[in-house]
Structures are given as C-alpha cells and as structure tokens.
C-alpha cells in the first residue's frame, strides 16, 4: 500500500532552519515524482517544491526559491524538504504527495495522489 509519512516539522524563530522529511513506501522514486505542499489557515494549499529523483529534476514556488532545498535519497526511499531562512508567511501545514503518473512533476496537486498526514511548521516573528 502507497503511504507518504512527514515529519521534521516544529515552531521555530525567523529566520532558523527545518529538514522536512518524507518516507515513502510502495512506490518507486525514480519513476513517480514526490512534491511538497503546504496549507496555511484559511489559504488555499499551495505547491512548494517537487522532485523527480529519477531525473534529478526539480521544481520551486518562487516564493521558496533560493531558501528552500529538496533531496531525495532513493536508498531509504526518503524524500527531504531543507528549509532555510524561514519566514513567518511559511507558516503551514506541509504535506508531501505522490505524483500520478510517471515521469510528471510540478507544482500542480491536482496531478498528486496519496498524500500524507501532514506536518506542522510555526515560524514566529
């Protein structure tokens, strides 16, 4: 059974660094593309970053480029979200996704399936 599980997630000041983390199961990174997305308080959920580790491709929200870093290591079938310089507005809920279909990445949920828990991020002023 596919199953994504987040975690890493916590409260942190303006400015400190988090790893995300993503373990998968029954699905193979280097076909299926994992993504990152995250669901503030009455917003809508937003793409924050995906990656097809079969390629080494990799997609960002401009509003994370630059801070926001992912990695996949296909060993332990992990997919990893290295945010820094975190800013209030990064407050959110982030979920990692599946993609649903080979070889298709980006920022679009719509073209995700099977989606974690998800794992909460404060970042305080």
């Known amino acids: 059974q596919v199953q994504l599980v987040e975690s890493g997630g916590g409260a942190v000041q303006a400015g400190d660094s988090l790893t995300l983390s993503c373990a998968t199961s029954e699905f193979s990174l280097d076909y299926y593309a994992v993504g990152w997305f995250r669901q503030a308080p009455g917003k809508e959920r937003e793409g924050v970053s995906s990656i097809m580790a079969g390629t080494g491709f990799t997609s960002y929200a401009d509003s994370v480029k630059g801070r926001f870093t992912i990695s996949a290591d296909r060993a332990k079938s992990t997919v990893y979200l290295q945010m820094n310089g975190l800013k209030p507005e990064d407050t959110a809920i982030y979920y990692c996704?599946?993609?649903?279909?080979?070889?298709?990445?980006?920022?679009?949920?719509?073209?995700?399936?099977?989606w974690g828990q998800g794992t909460q991020v404060t970042v305080s002023s």
């Open positions: 996704a599946k993609s649903a279909a080979e070889w298709e990445y980006g920022l679009d949920g719509r073209n995700f399936e099977y």
